[in-house]
Structure formats: structure tokens, C-alpha cells
């Protein structure tokens, strides 16, 4: 399988996953704002939405959105336990996660990396993002992952966005559980991994 990436972004998510998974897997790095795959070619002939993160399967056929790719790893590797079963109401929850992540937090951070956002659009933004934060915050002051006793990939993908306070040039201050639920998931090895592969750590 090829994942096509550009650092940092919601494309670490798998990332993580895949490594987390054992699955084969190769990278590819692409340009958010030319579109160019670095080894040659144009992403949007890969994925005609032009966003990452996508996920080319070995017949050829190609996959895209960060929630879908983190469901179909999950399951290309069962044993790693990455997500319950289809059909079980743990299943059902681990979406639910994914669904609000990308809703409710991924995009929210979309105006903080939009250019031309003025410092009061980005304050603005900030702000909008506090309500969630403050509902993961209270989720997970009693639990140390979002579903279930271990690492799932609704972690993996919480862990990608909320990492884009650094880059956004904000501080998880106000929310001492989201600094420390990130040192905890940043310090698994599949995460560290991913991050270094693309530079991050």
C-alpha cells in the first residue's frame, strides 16, 4: 500500500496506524498547496479532491478521508487491536470519536492555517475550539484513552489534530489533561515513529 502524506498533517494519523498495524507500507510526500507528489506526478490525478491524506491499495484502487483510512487499517489487521469488531457497540463508539474529531475539532483548525487570517480571524478561531476541547478535557480526566483500555485509532487521529496547536503557534495550557493525554500517546512507539519518519520529532 502507498500512503500519500505531507507532514504533520491529518495524514499522520494513518501513518500511525499502519505502523501500528505491521502492515506494508510506503510513503509518499505531497505538497498541500502545489499538489505536487515529490516523486514526480500530480496528487490530483491520485485523489481528485486534492486533499491527504489518500491510501492506494495494492490493486491500484485508492482511498481518501483520515476517519475512513483509519477504519479500513484497522481492520486489514484485526489482531492488533486497533478498533473492537465491526458490528459491536465499541465499534460504534470508536466512530463516534472519529466523526467528532473530524467535525469538531479537525475542522475548526482549518481558519488557524488558512492564509490571509487576520490575528483577530485566528483568535477567533482559537476560541471556537474551546468548547470541544473542554468536552475532550472532561472525557479524558478519568480515562487514559478515548475508547476502551488501549490505543485505538480515534487516539491516533485526536493525538494528529490537537498536535496542530504547535504549529497553529497555541498552547494546550488551559487544558492540563490534553497536554498530559498527549505526552502519553506521543510517547507509544508506533507514534514516535510515524512522527520521525515525517520529520516531526
Known amino acids: 500500500m502507498k500512503l500519500y502524506v505531507s507532514p504533520g498533517a491529518c495524514s499522520l494519523a494513518p501513518h500511525i496506524a499502519l505502523i501500528a ?7 509518499e510526500r505531497v505538497s498541500i498547496k502545489t499538489k505536487a507528489i515529490a516523486s514526480g506526478g500530480d496528487f490530483r490525478d491520485i485523489n481528485d479532491k486534492g486533499s491527504i491524506p489518500a491510501l492506494q491499495l495494492d490493486d491500484g484502487k485508492v482511498l481518501t478521508e483520515a476517519a475512513v483510512l483509519l477504519q479500513y487499517i484497522a481492520d486489514q489487521a ?5 478498533a473492537p469488531a465491526a458490528g459491536t457497540f465499541e465499534r460504534y463508539q470508536v466512530m463516534e470519536w472519529l466523526n ?9 483548525f482549518t481558519p488557524l492555517f488558512t492564509p490571509g487570517c487576520t490575528e483577530e ?3 477567533a478561531a482559537w476560541a471556537a475550539l474551546a468548547r470541544p476541547l473542554d468536552y475532550l ?6 480515562r487514559e484513552f478515548l475508547v476502551g483500555s488501549g490505543f485505538t485509532i480515534a487516539d491516533a487521529y485526536l493525538f494528529t489534530v490537537l498536535n496542530w496547536a504547535l504549529f497553529a503557534k497555541f498552547k494546550l495550557n488551559d487544558w492540563p489533561v490534553l497536554q498530559a493525554y498527549q505526552a502519553r500517546i506521543g510517547a507509544i512507539p508506533a507514534v514516535q515513529e510515524a512522527m520521525r519518519a515525517e520529520g516531526l520529532a
Open 121 to 123: 480571524g485566528r483568535a
Open 100 to 108: 467528532y474529531i473530524a467535525t469538531e475539532v479537525h475542522k475548526r
Open 137 to 142: 478535557a472532561g472525557k479524558l480526566a478519568s
Open 78 to 82: 484485526p489482531g492488533a487491536n486497533l
Open 21 to 27: 498495524a505491521g502492515l506494508p507500507f510506503t510513503i
